[in-house]
Every structure is written in structure tokens, then in C-alpha cells.
């Protein structure tokens, strides 16, 4: 099994013992995202909407530099802190992807990272 290391400065740096990416064979294992500036290393100010939004620009950013698209995600992972954000992260999410949507779950967790409302992972196929 072959495995490689991906890691761009357009997202934000690990904030623990962890690869931002792993390519293994066709997959590309994306680590959660939340919503963190990757040129300042802060967290965004704003409402759920703007969270989302900075979450799915850094997934974009990490299938970039692996020469993906969302057309290649084939599952995702949503954690949220209250389910009461559910209708808003979808609605942001969904505008990412035309055609095919890949495999998914939402679940709430009881906390995230840094306290932030959403964290996405990602699976990707090239």
C-alpha cells in the first residue's frame, strides 16, 4: 500500500498529530475541516452560514492540490453541533457539488474543535 502525504498552505495547518490529507492508491482521505482562515490560523466570526462556507472553501482548496474537484468526493462526513443547523450547512454545502452528490452522514456531536458548529471530512476517487 502506497501513501502520501497531502498537504497545501491554502488550507489551514493541523492543528494536532494529523495530515491535512492522505492519498492511497485512487482514494484521497480528507481530515475534518472547520472553519479556520488559512491565512490567518483564526477562526471566522459569523453565523453558521459563514462557518460552512470557510469549511467548504478549505475542502476545495485540499482537492485542488490534489488535482480533484468535488466531483471526485464520493462520501462526506457533517458534524454539527446542534441539528438545528442542519437546513443551513446543507444549503451551503450542496452548492458545491452539481451532478452526482456522494454518500453521506450528518450526525451532532456533542463538541468540536475549538467550539466551532461544523467540521466536514471528506473522501475522494480520482
Known amino acids: 500500500m502506497s501513501k502520501q502525504v497531502l498537504y497545501t498552505k491554502q488550507a489551514p495547518e493541523p492543528i494536532g498529530p494529523y495530515s491535512q490529507g492522505i492519498q492511497s492508491g485512487p482514494f484521497l482521505f480528507l481530515s475534518g475541516q472547520i ?3 488559512p491565512g490567518t490560523n ?4 459569523g453565523d453558521i452560514v459563514v ?8 475542502i476545495k482548496k485540499l482537492l485542488q492540490e490534489a488535482n480533484c474537484t468535488f466531483e471526485n468526493v464520493v462520501k462526506t462526513s457533517i458534524f454539527l453541533s446542534d441539528m438545528s443547523y442542519f437546513a443551513q450547512v446543507n444549503e451551503v454545502y450542496g452548492s458545491y457539488f452539481s451532478g452526482t452528490f456522494p454518500a453521506r452522514e450528518t450526525v451532532a456531536v456533542l463538541g468540536l474543535p475549538k467550539n466551532v458548529n461544523v467540521e466536514i471530512s471528506v473522501i475522494a476517487a480520482k
Not at 483564526?42 to 466570526?45: K, Q
Not at 462557518?51 to 478549505?58: A, D, K
Open 35 to 37: 472553519a479556520i482562515n
Open 42 to 45: 483564526e477562526l471566522v466570526e
Open 51 to 58: 462557518e460552512s462556507t470557510q469549511v467548504m472553501e478549505n
